[in-house]
């Protein structure tokens, strides 16, 4: 389901998967976002990026929908 850009939410008890579910873009992205994406990016002239802690194949998919470049994207990226 990542291959799919897609992410993939399990919930493992005792070693066993319990719970699996996953969230296409459209789910991951507030319906307002496409807008106020493009509304910087033409209006603003602001070069926007996106950094989440997605999986690399979920974060372009969502980039791609919400019209940021591939090169602006970093995935994985979890606190310390």
Do not use: W
């Amino acid at each position: 389901m990542e291959s799919e850009g897609k992410t993939v939410v399990c919930f493992v008890i005792d070693k066993v998967a319990r719970l699996l579910f996953s969230f296409e873009e459209e789910h991951l992205a507030k319906p307002e976002a496409k807008a106020v994406v493009k509304y910087m990016q033409t209006e603003m002239k602001l070069k926007v990026a996106m950094i989440t802690g997605d999986n690399q194949h979920t974060a372009l998919k969502v980039a791609k929908y919400l019209g940021i470049p591939e090169e602006l994207v970093t995935a994985r990226a979890y606190p310390h």
